[in-house]
């Protein structure tokens, strides 16, 4: 089983991905570098609650 969570720019706070975790609890928010289309560049991304 698993559920998706929302991945935001860490810049711009874009919610620009969405990527499937499982579903145990998660020690710590994911973090991404994923490119983000407002800012033109990779940026980091991370998990929104
Ligand atoms: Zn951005």
Redesign the pocket.
């Known amino acids: 089983m698993t559920k998706k969570v929302v991945l935001c720019?860490?810049?711009?706070?874009?919610r620009?991905y969405t990527v499937p975790v499982s579903n145990q609890a998660q020690a710590v928010r994911l973090e991404r570098k994923k490119f983000?289309?407002?800012?033109q560049t990779h940026?980091l991304h991370k998990q929104s609650i």
């Not at 983000?36 to 800012?39: G, I, L, T």
């Open positions: 720019c860490e810049k711009c706070g874009s620009n983000c289309s407002h800012c940026t």
